[in-house]
């Protein structure tokens, strides 16, 4: 099967369960709860959950399917939560819980998902000692996802941030929880230890590059299709790896700080491109996923281990 | 000893374990998450399963220490949740997190404490099996925390609440903790189910009479005395027994909409008095009491046992 077959099945999976569960919510909360979830999404955390426990062990991932949802609802929780933080009111092409309804009920949404992502944790069907230990390192991880969001959010008023703070920022953000999803899929699946430990290295390297990705995302792929305006994170001057390795080679961004046109993206395109910027952004997020692949040699040679490999070099090569 | 001991000796305990975890919190987040968490409490989620599980299994709670922190935690996490709902400024004579930090930071707070509520679950010492029962438990119960505070909040708008539609809302937002408490303390004890289930209904009566006791203090107690100022739920309109009763009996408190002196406090606690109110509610509490304390004759007599039926009684006749 090629990738984009089987992400499209593990979605529809994942989509199956979030209908089952979430699509006749009861109550205003409950409907709060299951908007954006039903909104559609990737579902790729839930898709690096199955591809992990089933490269451990073929045809896992059937009874651990509780614990895929699980990991989209936590990715669900905090989407909503930041929404409110950012105020942002669209995402997925649909209003967010904020906008929608309003702040107090969007807290307690997010708040819902998060305990509904523990219920089903519990829910997959696997040795008791595995669920537990899946259920402590899910909640380690949302410690993390809340201290990445926190730093992010205290780099918006500095302009001074190193590309190792970016990078520690990024793998609490957006790194642990794909992290997470490699890991509790292969210890659902009774893995080893160092097969855990591989797979978490992997998860954490496909969500460092995915964030990566998407800073390059934001500023290359053409106006329209990124589902941002283009050039947004220059505009606000925002702390990523592309302005930061600009800042470091002495390129001064600070004149394209305001809505920029189509000329100015591909004015300022060329200056990061002129001084390596852009090459050398790309090479460290194919540099972050070419190390992390190489660590699942340890894993049996199967189907899967070849589609995880595939998922790490989508995350580098998606849109860009 | 006698339960004023007790509850001191359990909160004694339960302060230990908070100083040693967030007593030196690294950075702004954890500082954040730490705040209302050691500016003080009573307790007594940690305290009722400390009972239950010693009623159970005399000195099994020594064990369950991180479970008791556990459910102080989760009672935060909803604290400074609610404090941004409610914007509200102080709480146990603090700022709250919202006023002291902001809205962001509180969120993330919140999210952080409930993080790890469920690590301490985990690190309690108790069979797998009950452990992650306990998991389950605990995140229903907070499923059921935000619905009752999802209620709490559309009632504002509402000038037609039942009293079955008020106890209801009270027993998610208030009982189910209450409940979780006294019945994860069983579970982790390793208790019989019908253990279980009468500890649990226990638990929901003890909160819910916590909550009406609550209501009556707020309209009784001496100015000064209740923390907050008094007669705030008359002036506010706010949906309690007290004003649904009345409302029932045909009495117009509106009349009351608007700071109240002493003497208009005093003017219609006699209103109520007269018609009878402040006895039916009283009674309605003592009586939730009552019928759950019957219910713990299946537990063998035992020191804590007795103080389990104290707490019940001091629910109800604290402070008014």
Same mark, same amino acid.
Not at 55 to 74: F, G, I, K, Q, Y
């Given at each position: 099967?090629?990738?984009?077959?089987?992400? &499209?099945?593990?979605?529809?999976?994942?989509?199956?369960?979030? =209908?089952?569960?979430?699509?006749?919510?009861?109550? &205003?909360?409950?409907?709060?709860?299951?908007?954006l979830?039903?909104?559609?999404? /990737?579902?790729?955390?839930?898709?690096?959950?199955m591809?992990?426990?089933?490269?451990?062990?073929?045809?896992?991932?059937?009874?651990?399917?509780?614990?895929?949802?699980?990991?989209?609802?936590?990715?669900?929780?905090?989407?909503?939560?930041?929404?409110?933080?950012?105020?942002d009111?669209?995402?997925?092409?649909?209003?967010?819980?904020?906008h929608?309804?309003?702040?107090?009920?969007?807290?307690?949404?997010? =708040?819902?998902?998060?305990?509904?992502?523990?219920?089903?944790?519990?829910?997959?069907?696997?040795?008791?000692?595995?669920?537990?230990?899946?259920?402590?390192?899910?909640?380690?991880?949302?410690? %993390?996802?809340?201290?990445?969001?926190?730093l992010?959010?205290?780099?918006?008023?500095r302009?001074?941030?190193?590309?190792?703070?970016?990078?520690?920022?990024?793998? /609490?953000?957006?790194?642990?929880?794909?992290?997470?999803?490699?890991?509790?899929?292969?210890?659902?699946?009774?893995?080893?230890?160092p097969?855990? %430990? @591989?797979?978490?290295?992997?998860?954490?390297?496909?969500?460092?590059a995915?964030?990566?990705?998407?800073?390059?995302?934001?500023l290359?792929?053409?106006?329209?299709?990124?589902?941002?305006?283009?050039?947004?994170?220059?505009?606000?001057? /925002?702390?990523?790896?592309?302005?930061?390795?600009?800042?470091? /080679?002495?390129?001064?961004?600070?004149?394209?700080?305001?809505?920029?046109?189509?000329?100015?993206?591909?004015? @300022?395109?060329?200056?990061?491109?002129?001084?390596?910027?852009?090459?050398?952004?790309?090479?460290?997020?194919?540099?972050?996923?070419?190390?992390?692949?190489?660590?699942?040699?340890?894993?049996?040679?199967?189907?899967?281990?070849r589609?995880?490999?595939?998922?790490?070099?989508?995350?580098?090569?998606?849109?860009?």
């Amino acid at each position: 099967m090629e990738l984009d077959a089987y992400l &499209e099945h593990a979605a529809d999976q994942v989509d199956r369960l979030i =209908d089952r569960y979430f699509g006749a919510p009861v109550g &205003e909360l409950n409907r709060a709860a299951a908007h954006l979830l039903s909104a559609g999404g /990737k579902r790729l955390r839930p898709a690096l959950m199955m591809l992990s426990a089933d490269a451990v062990r073929r045809s896992s991932s059937d009874e651990l399917m509780p614990a895929a949802l699980a990991l989209e609802l936590t990715h669900t929780f905090t989407l909503i939560h930041d929404d409110i933080m950012d105020r942002d009111s669209y995402r997925r092409g649909v209003p967010t819980v904020n906008h929608r309804w309003n702040e107090a009920t969007a807290i307690l949404a997010g =708040d819902v998902l998060y305990s509904r992502a523990f219920s089903f944790i519990v829910g997959a069907i696997a040795p008791e000692a595995a669920r537990l230990r899946a259920v402590g390192m899910l909640a380690i991880t949302c410690d %993390e996802l809340c201290l990445g969001q926190h730093l992010d959010m205290t780099f918006a008023s500095r302009d001074d941030v190193t590309d190792g703070e970016y990078l520690e920022m990024v793998e /609490k953000k957006t790194g642990a929880l794909y992290a997470a999803s490699a890991s509790i899929g292969a210890v659902l699946a009774g893995a080893s230890e160092p097969q855990i %430990e @591989v797979l978490h290295r992997f998860g954490l390297a496909c969500g460092v590059a995915f964030q990566i990705q998407d800073d390059l995302i934001d500023l290359l792929a053409p106006a329209g299709t990124s589902g941002k305006d283009r050039g947004s994170d220059i505009r606000e001057g /925002k702390s990523t790896l592309i302005t930061i390795t600009a800042r470091e /080679k002495g390129i001064d961004l600070s004149p394209y700080r305001h809505p920029l046109t189509e000329a100015e993206c591909e004015d @300022v395109i060329g200056l990061l491109a002129d001084h390596g910027v852009i090459d050398e952004v790309r090479g460290r997020a194919r540099g972050i996923v070419r190390d992390a692949s190489a660590l699942l040699k340890i894993l049996p040679d199967s189907e899967e281990k070849r589609l995880l490999l595939a998922l790490g070099e989508y995350f580098v090569a998606r849109g860009a």
